[in-house]
C-alpha cells in the first residue's frame, strides 16, 4: 500500500497519528495521551477529510 497512516510515539513520550505516502511522512498531529486519541484523530480525518474545502492562495 502506497499510503498509510502509523501511530508512533515522539520523544516527549505522547502518541503521535502520522500520514505517510510511499514511505515519506507527508503530514502529522499533535501529540496524545493515549493511542485512543490518536486513532480518533485518524477516524475523525476520514470521516471530515472528504468534504474539507480546499483553499489556495
Not at 497512516?5 to 514511505?23: C, P, Q, R, T
Not at 476520514?46 to 480546499?54: H, R, S, T
Amino acid at each position: 500500500m502506497a499510503h498509510r497512516f502509523v501511530i508512533e510515539k515522539n520523544k516527549a513520550g505522547e502518541f503521535v497519528a502520522k500520514f505517510k505516502f510511499n514511505n515519506e511522512l507527508i503530514w502529522w498531529t499533535e501529540g496524545y495521551e493515549s493511542r485512543a486519541s490518536a486513532r480518533n484523530a485518524i477516524a475523525s480525518i476520514l470521516k471530515n477529510g472528504p468534504a474539507a474545502e480546499v483553499l489556495e492562495d
